[in-house]
């Protein structure tokens, strides 16, 4: 059984920043913006406090958490960097690229949020607000997207709101966030490897290494052991079936579009809402989760999903659509 708490909203501010840095201290949870999703933040190494922040999300235990950390030099307390890892975070941080790396001797990151892995995922975000609480609190702050595990992550405080409210103790409001979509992970154990396309192009990335980035082994795939444990098959999931690559619409559905809208069947949508219309991704990615959650809730039938292009951001965005339209019972 859960305890209901009662939630304390804060408009971003000086007061609210104090009151996050308290509250973790206190071993409380915190919701905070960050440049990609909102984050449910805990003290990184206080266990009690991380075993709670894995039951308000109902999130399994076995799923390793982002250590959230202000600048590299904390980075280096908690983790161990080869020659790869620090050019990607030299010319990234603050940004949306999480690294997983070897954790440091003496790493006070809790077992319980490493999922007892020798690895550990950090970041450092570059939103002004997760900023200044890294800050004030002083540590490191594990966080992962602040919804209920399973429901597409939030990019406004309503969203933390509708699946949290109850469950954890503030939420800082900063308005809506700016990328839209989780961190790309990148795995610097041996060769480079991305464990999850994000808000960082894997593109750019190639450039500063000046090499591919090896692939994940899709985790569909029955034998492959899951690199990032959380990228299960069916994660960003709305209730509504989704249906992708549409270039028709079927009755009663609504359509999510992308560009402009020129497809038998779309005068007669339930519900229409346009990624892009100049088909720019990175509006896209902003809208993305706002958007399937809109859709999700406006009672259509089915959500048809317009083909989006996989270059750029584009990655992350049909990396999300395809968990979104796995079959669920
Ligand atoms: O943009 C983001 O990354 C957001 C904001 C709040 O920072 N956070 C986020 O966290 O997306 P979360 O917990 O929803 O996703 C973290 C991912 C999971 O897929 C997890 O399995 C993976 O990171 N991960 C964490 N530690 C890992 C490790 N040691 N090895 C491999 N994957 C790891
Ligand atoms: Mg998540």
Redesign the pocket.
Do not use: D, F, K, Q
């Given at each position: 059984m859960t305890v209901r708490l009662s939630t304390h909203f804060l408009k971003a501010g000086d007061a609210a920043v104090a009151a996050a840095a308290r509250c973790l201290r206190d071993g409380g949870l915190v919701a905070f913006p960050?440049e990609?999703?909102?984050?449910?933040g805990a003290d990184a190494g206080n266990a009690e406090a991380i075993a709670r922040l894995y039951r308000a999300k109902g999130r399994p235990s076995f799923?390793?958490?982002?250590a959230?950390v202000g600048d590299l030099e904390s980075a280096r307390q908690i983790a161990s960097f080869n020659p790869q890892a620090l050019a990607l975070a030299e010319a990234f941080w603050p940004g949306?690229l999480?690294l997983?790396l070897p954790k440091a001797p003496g790493c006070a990151v809790a077992d319980l949020a490493?999922?007892g892995?020798d690895?550990?995922?950090i970041?450092v975000?570059s939103h002004p607000v997760a900023r200044a609480i890294l800050r004030a609190f002083g540590g490191a702050v594990v966080?992962?997207?602040?919804n209920l595990s399973g429901h597409v992550?939030p990019t406004t405080a309503a969203h933390v709101k509708a699946d949290l409210d109850g469950r954890i103790d503030l939420i800082v409001d900063g308005g809506p966030v700016a990328v839209g979509v989780?961190?790309t992970?990148v795995?610097c154990l041996d060769a480079p490897m991305l464990?999850?396309p994000?808000?960082l192009p894997r593109a750019e990335i190639e450039r500063v290494l000046g090499r591919k980035l090896a692939d994940v082994i899709d985790e569909a795939d029955a034998d492959a052991k899951?690199?990032?444990?959380?990228?299960l098959v069916s994660h960003y999931a709305p209730r509504t079936k989704v249906r992708l690559d549409a270039d028709r619409l079927e009755p009663g559905e609504a359509l999510l579009a992308f560009g402009p809208v020129a497809m038998p069947g779309a005068e007669a949508a339930s519900a229409v809402l346009n990624l892009s219309e100049r088909g720019d991704l990175n509006e896209a990615a902003a809208h993305l989760f706002s958007y399937l959650r809109a859709l999700d809730a406006s009672g259509a039938r089915g959500i048809a999903v317009m083909p989006v292009p996989q270059h750029d951001l584009g990655e992350a965005i049909n990396d999300r659509l395809r968990r979104a339209a796995v079959p669920r019972d």
């Open positions: 960050t990609t999703v909102y984050g449910l799923n390793p958490l982002i959230h949306p999480t997983v490493t999922a892995l690895s550990v995922a970041r975000p966080a992962p997207s602040a992550s989780e961190s992970i795995g464990l999850r994000g808000g899951p690199l990032a444990p959380g990228m």
